[in-house]
Each structure stands twice: as structure tokens, then as C-alpha cells.
T-cell receptor, first 111, second 112 residues
Framework: DGGITQSPKYLFRKEGQNVTLSCEQN?????MYWYRQDPGQGLRLIYY???????QKGDIAEGYSVSREKKESFPLTVTSAQKNPTAFYLC??????????FGDGTRLSIL | QKEVEQNSGPLSVPEGAIASLNCTYS??????FFWYRQYSGKSPELIMF????GDKEDGRFTAQLNKASQYVSLLIRDSQPSDSATYLC????????????FGRGTQLTVWP
């Protein structure tokens, strides 16, 4: 089935550790996005990519990094520089002018 | 900064009533408007989108745009308890490389 797969569903980070969240899509979409959602809040854009090997910072990129080496993959690394990483992370993708659709998300917590 | 504002609610309506959710946006050049539904603990799901040229109806859902006043609304007719969720409004301003700006969402409860 075509879709957007995020893994893992739950992730725990120790102090000083970098962790990587996976986002894979088999929809042949060019554009991919990473959002962060905190309780009672809307979605805030971390990074986005319109094409392979290119990406732009969103509104809250500090403490995060991404890569876009393949069209279907857009992993997000939460670095130790991100001091408050506990949140619900959502990956989305879209084709042309069509709407964005989301994966099921990853919940990241601090140990 | 592109602003998208929603009443956080909660909005509570009885089953069978019309639920009306509103969203205002700051960028007058915004081109397209999206409504997502998010159940507790789940990811957002697209339910409606409209472009700057008109309104749209899909089953029990109607999305309406008022460009002069810069707000977009979502009407849910014959509300059902299964409609209870948070509704997120998103706006695509002109020239933003496809990125969306989201409101904080309105929590809707439909009671039997």
C-alpha cells in the first residue's frame, strides 16, 4: 500500500544523545516536511524539502538536522543541542499543488 | 510572520446540530486553505481544502472563504459524536514553497 511510514512509534532519548526519526514514503512525492507538536499546540515546521539533496529550515530548526539523499526518505535527527525535545513529531509529504498528508507520527520522550 | 488564528474552544454541540469552526489568517495573498481533523493521540487527517476562488461542500462538511475579512470557516452539519476531535486550520500563503502555516486547533465535542 502507498503511504508515509514513520518509525519508531515511540522513542526515548538519554541526556546528551542524538536520535534519528525515520520518515519513508512510497508515493513518489517530491516535497516532504517535518513538524513538531506540543500538547495543546498547533504544528510548528522544523525542516522541509522540495527536491532531493535540498532542504530549508522552518521556524524551529535549531537543535535538529535533516538529510534528503533519496526521494522517498527524509530522516530527522534530534541532536543533544535540542534541550526540550519531548514532543509528537510528524512527517508529511505532498505532490505538486496537492495537500500535505501525514504519517502516524513518533512520540519522543526524555529518559 | 504569517499568522493563523483559531478559537481554541472547546466547542461543544449536541448530536445533530451544526458545528461552526472559524480561522483567520494574516496574509492577504494566501492561496489555499486546509482543514485537518486530529483525534486524540493520532496524526492529522485532511478533511477539506479550498482554493481562493470558492467554497466547497463534501457530504456533511462545507468550507467557506471570506477573502475580504480574511477568514475561512468549516461547517459540520448533522454533527456526530465521532466528529469529536481537534480541527486544525492551515493556510498556504503566496510564494512560500508549498509550506503551510497552522493554527493551534479548535477542540470540538459532540455530545449524544
Amino acid at each position: 500500500d502507498g503511504g508515509i511510514t514513520q518509525s519508531p512509534k515511540y522513542l526515548f532519548r538519554k541526556e546528551g544523545q542524538n536520535v534519528t526519526l525515520s520518515c519513508e514514503q512510497n508515493l513518489n512525492h517530491d516535497a516532504m516536511y517535518w513538524y513538531r507538536q506540543d500538547p495543546g499546540q498547533g504544528l510548528r515546521l522544523i525542516y522541509y524539502s522540495q527536491i532531493v539533496n535540498d532542504f530549508q529550515k522552518g521556524d524551529i530548526a535549531e537543535g535538529y538536522s535533516v538529510s534528503r539523499e533519496k526521494k522517498e526518505s527524509f530522516p530527522l535527527t534530534v541532536t543533544s543541542a535540542q534541550k526540550n525535545p519531548t514532543a509528537f513529531y510528524l512527517c508529511a509529504s505532498k505532490d505538486g499543488d496537492q495537500p500535505q498528508h501525514f504519517g502516524d507520527g513518533t512520540r519522543l520522550s526524555i529518559l | 510572520q504569517k499568522e493563523v488564528e483559531q478559537n481554541s474552544g472547546p466547542l461543544s454541540v449536541p448530536e445533530g446540530a451544526i458545528a461552526s469552526l472559524n480561522c483567520t489568517y494574516s496574509d492577504r495573498g494566501s492561496q489555499s486553505f486546509f482543514w485537518y481533523r486530529q483525534y486524540s493521540g493520532k496524526s492529522p487527517e485532511l478533511i477539506m481544502f479550498i482554493y481562493s476562488n470558492g467554497d466547497k461542500e463534501d457530504g456533511r462538511f462545507t468550507a467557506q472563504l471570506n477573502k475580504a475579512s480574511q477568514y475561512v470557516s468549516l461547517l459540520i452539519r448533522d454533527s456526530q459524536p465521532s466528529d469529536s476531535a481537534t480541527y486544525l486550520c492551515a493556510v498556504k500563503p503566496q510564494g512560500t514553497l508549498g509550506r503551510l502555516y497552522f493554527g493551534r486547533g479548535t477542540q470540538l465535542t459532540v455530545w449524544p
